[in-house]
């Protein structure tokens, strides 16, 4: 089969399109035949040697935690599928998963059936981002109707996502953004987007129960003079959250960490909101496989709205 490979950590030019062997199919798991794959910035973080390169094993490595495509074949203890049925996940993340291929060993009880009103590009990209956004507001950030919710970052991945499930849910949302995303964002249901070039958003929101904090770092740490005594900011990028921990605590605002996890019931509830329309997925690009090194590049600039997909 066809996959990306790297045979060492650095920039675009160790991403190799090459030919490899179908991966052996084991108990629990399916064989799947790979349609897309979304593209996330850990991908590219990974890939440079950051990320979740202390959790992939020894390279090579074949990137890529997420995928949608059709199974070609079930093992003997697997009940729950079929040879032909379409399915889409987010799996052993951040272990290697090796989605960035043609086929695929995915676990069982960690992908789920793609409904006919999902499309396959829109399926390859929502288990990562909106698994993230779902664990972030619900588990982490136990985001409850009537609550209001400061998204940072809401043109991104997890943020446009974010900001149509905290809708959903019934909460006031309040987001920042480029001018470009301002009406996107208005669209997906956000009560208020701040330009963050020009403003402070603490010069326009104070005293809200939850922050989805898309940035880290300083921008993370400035987010928590807007949260009310006993509320929450859940910091995603990991690599600051030490630092937004420990503002957090002089603050005495709870700062909740987060790494996202597989989980098919929630994929579930995904699929089945976006196939009654309650929920869009904004395809940013999407790039033939062997064109991965530009969907890195897409996805460094940080500019990007909504998701980055791969075509297999
Ligand atoms: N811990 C976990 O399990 C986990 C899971 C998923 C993601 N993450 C991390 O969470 C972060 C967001 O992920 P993502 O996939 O949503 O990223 P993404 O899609 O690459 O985000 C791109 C967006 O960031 C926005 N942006 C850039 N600078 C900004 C700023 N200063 N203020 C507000 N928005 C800004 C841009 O909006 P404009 O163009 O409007 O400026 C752009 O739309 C990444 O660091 C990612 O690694 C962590």
């Known amino acids: 089969m066809k996959?990306?490979?790297?045979?060492?950590?650095?920039?675009?030019?160790?991403?190799?399109?090459t030919e490899l062997d179908k991966p052996e199919l084991n108990s629990g798991e399916v064989l799947v035949k790979n349609k897309a794959a979304g593209v996330n910035p850990?991908?590219?973080?990974?890939?440079?040697?950051?990320?979740?390169?202390?959790?992939?094993?020894?390279?090579?490595?074949?990137?890529?935690?997420?995928?949608?495509g059709t199974i070609e074949a079930v093992a003997d203890?697997?009940?729950?599928?079929?040879?032909?049925?379409?399915?889409f996940g987010l799996i052993r993340f951040p272990e290697a998963a090796g989605c960035f291929a043609e086929y695929i060993a995915a676990p069982a009880d960690q992908i789920s059936l793609r409904p006919e009103g999902l499309p396959v590009e829109a399926a390859a990209g929502l288990g990562l981002a909106g698994l993230t956004a779902w664990q972030a507001l619900f588990d982490k950030g136990h985001l409850q109707a009537s609550q209001q919710v400061v998204i940072l970052a809401g043109a991104g991945g997890v943020g446009h996502l974010a900001i149509q499930l905290a809708k959903w849910m019934g909460?006031?949302?309040?987001?920042?953004?480029?001018?470009?995303?301002?009406?996107?964002?208005?669209?997906?249901?956000?009560?208020?987007?701040?330009?963050?070039?020009n403003d402070k958003i603490t010069d326009h929101i104070d005293n809200v129960d939850l922050v989805i904090d898309g940035m880290?770092?300083?921008?993370?740490?400035?987010?928590?003079?807007?949260?009310?005594?006993?509320?929450?900011?859940?910091?995603?990028?990991s690599v600051t959250k030490d630092e937004v921990i420990a503002a957090g605590k002089a603050m005495k605002v709870k700062v909740e960490p987060i790494r996202?996890?597989?989980?098919?019931?929630?994929?579930?509830?995904?699929?089945?909101?976006?196939?009654?329309?309650?929920?869009?997925?904004?395809?940013?690009?999407?790039?033939?496989?062997?064109?991965?090194?530009?969907?890195f590049d897409a996805s460094r600039s940080g500019r990007?709205?909504?998701?980055l997909v791969l075509t297999v």
């Open 3 to 17: 996959a990306i490979q790297i045979s060492q950590f650095g920039s675009n030019d160790v991403l190799k399109y």
């Open 42 to 68: 850990i991908d590219w973080k990974t890939c440079s040697g950051g990320g979740a390169a202390p959790f992939i094993g020894e390279l090579p490595f074949v990137p890529g935690w997420e995928f949608a």
């Open 77 to 87: 203890d697997v009940t729950e599928f079929s040879v032909g049925d379409e399915v």
């Open 171 to 197: 909460a006031r949302v309040a987001t920042t953004a480029s001018a470009k995303n301002h009406e996107f964002l208005k669209s997906l249901g956000a009560d208020l987007v701040i330009d963050y070039h």
């Open 216 to 237: 880290g770092g300083e921008i993370g740490i400035e987010a928590l003079n807007c949260v009310k005594p006993g509320g929450t900011l859940v910091t995603l990028p």
């Open 260 to 295: 996202v996890e597989a989980n098919s019931e929630q994929l579930d509830r995904l699929a089945g909101l976006y196939a009654d329309r309650k929920l869009a997925l904004q395809l940013a690009d999407t790039y033939p496989i062997e064109k991965v090194g530009d969907a």
């Open 304 to 307: 990007t709205q909504g998701k």
